[in-house]
T-cell receptor
């Protein structure tokens, strides 16, 4: 079974430029998560989808971040415009149902560097 | 809001020594999960604890959930070089999202 797929793996951009990350969850997983992991910190949830519905986006900086999961499968996270402080690893994870005891399976992440 | 703290931040042990990391939540949890992240890798699920006072073992790893469901620990017996990485606890309040601690970095000297 294929794991969570993310692309690109690395991205270097200048500040004020836009950037997008893509995630394809494990087949059959209804719940998809985007996390941001800063150096030396644990993952911090940005947004959670149940199928195509965003059910928790309270931590998403909505002035510059947007996300979509149009068909309830793969998802895109966008930053526009990027700031220096956005440099981090962006992790996508999926779980079967999103229940309180679900295990989350993480992708390899996209390491973003904003210059 | 909910906070999850882990100590120590970093531990360097000699191969064969034991290692313990502790996790404390500011609120009562419905469950707690532990993840391991190898250097340059992504978090990988290790185990979940749900019941008060629960103890689970995986080979040399022992996981405990406190009686009050606000703290947890991970103990590794006789560390090996393959144990290196960052160990994260992640706690979930009832009905809420998973909140990760900052992790404990384990280095093992051979």
């Amino acid at each position: 079974e294929a794991g969570v797929v993310q692309s690109p793996r690395y991205k270097i951009i200048e500040k004020k430029q836009p950037v997008a990350f893509w995630c394809n969850p494990i087949s059959g997983h209804n719940t998809l998560y985007w996390y941001r992991q800063n150096l030396g910190q644990g993952p911090e949830l940005l947004i959670r989808y149940e199928n195509e519905e965003a059910v928790d986006d309270s931590q998403l900086p909505k002035d510059r971040f947007s996300a979509e999961r149009l068909k309830g499968v793969d998802s895109t996270l966008k930053i526009q415009p990027a700031e220096l402080g956005d440099s981090a690893v962006y992790l996508c994870a999926s779980s079967p149902q999103g229940g309180s005891t679900d295990t989350q399976y993480f992708g390899p992440g996209t390491r973003l560097t904003v210059l | 809001g909910q906070q999850v703290m882990q100590i120590p931040q970093y531990q360097h042990v000699q191969e064969g020594e034991d290692f313990t990391t502790y996790c404390n939540s500011s609120t009562t949890l419905s469950n707690i999960q532990w993840y391991k992240q190898r250097p340059g890798g992504h978090p990988v699920f290790l185990i979940q604890l749900v019941k008060s006072g629960e103890v689970k073992k995986q080979k040399r790893l022992t996981f405990q959930f406190g009686e009050a469901k606000k703290n947890s620990s991970l103990h590794i017996t006789a560390t090996q070089t393959t144990d290196v990485g960052t160990y994260f606890c992640a706690g979930r309040e009832y009905g809420n999202k998973l909140v990760f601690g900052a992790g404990t970095i384990l280095r093992v000297k051979s």
